[in-house]
């Protein structure tokens, strides 16, 4: 345990001694506080019915689809460029604590990213008075879904990043899954006759019709954690194949 925690504290450190997690950040929270003012006028032009959490949990999903390949891409392939992953590979960790330290604290420092718009939330439910009352419940698990999502992209990341030793070519597939569980599944859903198998797999109906109304369901809940375990079990055994070659 304490080497996993050393790990992430060297990576925690990578991001913020290095101009990455601010820019990357700041350029979130723009776009954010652009959808933030979307969502604004989309209140004010529907005054009834209209679900604030709902709203911005959408939003806030597909924008963090974009931005995560950013932060994830150096994660192990900015290591094998630089050829300092065997020089961490000869200290006495494990492969699976070299895996778990870069994965939390990218985890971590994505919660960061995102923490800011917990105040939209806020701001949102002082001046809409009536119109769209806040309830905490769905606050709550719209961010448990948000984090789910992240969780599983975290990993898909890193898994990609230990795949090659150039940061763009580890960013693109994250990039291209992300658009594709994004977009691509919400439109074959209007297309396709029997969607079921597509809804259970998107994470835009997850949000939007599950997590952002206050429903938890375990089964969502199993899928991404699984699906994490599974990349990061991956991606284990990807560096350990570097013994063989």
């Known amino acids: 345990m304490r080497n996993v925690l050393t790990i992430m504290k060297r990576e925690l450190m990578a991001y913020f001694l290095s101009p990455i997690a601010y820019i990357v950040t700041l350029l979130f929270l723009i776009v954010m506080g652009v959808v933030f003012s979307y969502v604004v006028d989309i209140i004010n032009a529907v005054p009834h019915g209209v679900s604030i959490v709902q709203f911005l949990f959408t939003m806030l999903i597909f924008t963090i689809a974009f931005f995560l390949p950013l932060i994830t891409m150096r994660l192990i392939a900015e290591e094998k460029g630089s050829g300092t992953l065997e020089v961490l590979m000869t200290t006495p960790v494990t492969d699976l604590q070299v895996v778990l330290g870069k994965y939390f604290a990218t985890l971590l420092f994505y919660v960061f990213m995102w923490l800011p718009t917990v105040s939209y939330v806020i701001i949102l439910h002082k001046f809409s008075g009536e119109t769209a009352p806040l309830d905490v419940g769905p606050l709550w698990s719209g961010y448990l879904g948000v984090f789910l999502v992240g969780m599983l992209l975290v990993a898909m990341g890193l898994m990609f990043s230990a795949m090659t030793k150039t940061q763009v070519i580890a960013g693109i597939p994250v990039f291209a899954i992300g658009f594709g569980l994004f977009l691509l599944l919400l439109f074959f859903e209007g297309i396709v006759a029997d969607s079921t198998v597509l809804q259970y797999f998107s994470p835009v109906r997850?949000?939007?019709?599950?997590?952002?109304?206050?429903?938890?369901?375990?089964?969502?809940?199993?899928?991404?954690?699984?699906?994490?375990?599974?990349?990061?079990?991956?991606?284990?055994?990807?560096?350990?194949?570097?013994?063989?070659?």
Not at 229 to 245: N, P, Q, S
Request: with cysteine.
């Open 206 to 245: 997850h949000i939007q019709h599950e997590f952002a109304r206050g429903w938890i369901d375990l089964r969502r809940v199993v899928l991404y954690i699984s699906a994490t375990l599974w990349c990061l079990y991956l991606t284990k055994k990807i560096i350990e194949a570097r013994k063989w070659k």
